[in-house]
């Protein structure tokens, strides 16, 4: 079991660029969440997507989308990146009836905007 | 607005000592409280939880204790380990209402000295 993968690890963009972040889902797992992680600071909830459709959202503006393909796996955008989308990016996946209690992470993007 | 408060921000101990992380929360709607352990390059990993039914929990070398009226929790490490050195985040949640995330502390970072 891989568990939850992401991709790419790392990743500089510019002001203004769009990025799009992947993620699988550890095997078995069919709800995907994502959070933003700061230097230095505890992770903030963004979006979370069951059956391929955003099921809530923390207090992130538009710029951030996601998606959730039929196998699970998930992909967060962001759009005219800001010097401050600059973060560690997680993917944690858990079964729906545990969605906050048994949240397995990835690794994480290391997203850089310069 | 910081909904979950965690203290100390850095805490050193020595090998065998018991570290101790509080954590306080502000919304009386939270009822699962999960500690989390991160280290460097890797994702947040789940190391034990509690809901406010019980006053403690264990599991293994590490201890929840929680104070509903004070609204306030706290993990022990007993037995500490050189290898117990990372960072450690609070987390809490509301089951009601739908998934909202996890909101996290800030985060404790902890060092075991040999």
């Known amino acids: 079991d891989a568990g939850v993968t992401q991709s790419p690890t790392h990743l500089i963009k510019t002001r203004g660029q769009q990025v799009t972040l992947r993620c699988s889902p550890k095997?078995?797992?069919?709800?995907v969440s994502w959070y933003q992680q700061a230097l230095g600071q505890g992770p903030q909830f963004i979006f979370q997507?069951?059956?391929?459709?955003?099921?809530q959202r923390g207090n992130f503006p538009d710029r951030f989308s996601g998606h959730q393909f039929p196998n699970y796996s998930s992909e967060l955008n962001v759009n005219a990146l800001l010097l401050g989308d600059s973060a560690l990016y997680l993917c944690?996946?858990?079964?729906?009836?545990?969605?906050?209690?048994?949240?397995?992470f990835g690794s994480g993007t290391q997203l850089s905007v310069l | 607005q910081q909904q979950v408060k965690q203290s100390p921000q850095s805490l050193i101990v020595q090998k065998g000592g018991i570290p101790i992380i509080n954590c306080a929360y502000e919304?009386?709607?939270?009822?699962?409280f999960p500690w989390y352990q991160q280290f460097p390059g890797k994702g947040p990993a789940l190391l034990i939880a509690?809901?406010?039914?019980?006053s403690e929990k264990k599991e293994g070398r590490f201890t929840i204790s929680f104070n509903k009226s004070a609204k306030q929790f706290s993990l022990h490490i007993m037995d500490s380990q050189p290898g117990d050195s990372a960072t450690y985040f609070c987390?809490?949640?509301?089951?009601?209402?739908?998934?909202?995330?996890?909101?996290f502390g800030k985060g404790t970072h902890l060092i075991i000295q040999p």
């Open positions: 919304n009386t709607a939270f009822d699962y």
């Open positions: 944690a996946s858990s079964l729906t009836y545990e969605v906050n209690e048994k949240l397995f």
């Open positions: 095997s078995g797992h069919d709800t």
């Open positions: 509690i809901r406010p039914d019980v």
């Open positions: 997507y069951y059956e391929e459709e955003e099921r």
């Open positions: 987390a809490a949640s509301s089951s009601g209402g739908g998934a909202d995330g996890l909101t």
